[in-house]
């Protein structure tokens, strides 16, 4: 059974996709049924070029033409695979809860090591008093 990977998951015949992207979408086709952005549709097989053909949009075979004006195939018209999504998420999205409190219990202070023992303890001095006036 062919199967393309879509965004970490695995997508086979019977495999539910959302439609995304229209940009230029079969433009020099005018009698092409398009999907719907936003909508979720069933893969119901795959183009020579790993694209979709979905149960819920069927057209008709189409005579391609290349830029000669010849012949170049005749089959129903797909969608490319980056067009789509897969419908279930590969992972549920969890809500975390962030709680900030507003006194500080301790600061990390490490003084340079150039300066002298005396005004490091300075340093520290003024650095316990800020984190004093901080939690008033």
Same mark, same amino acid.
């Given at each position: 059974? *062919?199967?393309v990977i879509l965004k970490g998951q695995e997508i086979t015949i019977g495999s539910q996709v959302r439609f995304v992207d229209d940009r230029k979408l079969y433009l020099e086709c005018k009698d092409v049924i398009k999907p719907v952005v #936003? @909508? %979720?549709y069933t893969v119901r097989g795959f183009t020579i070029l790993n694209g979709f053909f979905l149960e819920e949009v *069927?057209? %008709?075979e189409i005579n391609w033409i290349n830029d000669q004006g010849e012949l170049d195939d005749v089959a129903e018209? #797909?969608?490319a695979a980056w067009?789509?999504?897969p419908a279930q998420p590969l992972r549920k999205k969890k809500i975390v809860r962030i709680e900030i409190l507003p @006194? %500080?219990?301790e600061i990390l202070y490490i003084p340079e090591k150039k300066k002298s023992k005396e005004k490091a303890r300075q340093e520290i001095? @003024?650095?316990e008093k800020r984190i004093q006036s901080i939690n008033r």
């Amino acid at each position: 059974m *062919k199967t393309v990977i879509l965004k970490g998951q695995e997508i086979t015949i019977g495999s539910q996709v959302r439609f995304v992207d229209d940009r230029k979408l079969y433009l020099e086709c005018k009698d092409v049924i398009k999907p719907v952005v #936003g @909508q %979720v549709y069933t893969v119901r097989g795959f183009t020579i070029l790993n694209g979709f053909f979905l149960e819920e949009v *069927k057209n %008709v075979e189409i005579n391609w033409i290349n830029d000669q004006g010849e012949l170049d195939d005749v089959a129903e018209p #797909g969608f490319a695979a980056w067009r789509f999504e897969p419908a279930q998420p590969l992972r549920k999205k969890k809500i975390v809860r962030i709680e900030i409190l507003p @006194q %500080v219990d301790e600061i990390l202070y490490i003084p340079e090591k150039k300066k002298s023992k005396e005004k490091a303890r300075q340093e520290i001095i @003024q650095h316990e008093k800020r984190i004093q006036s901080i939690n008033r």
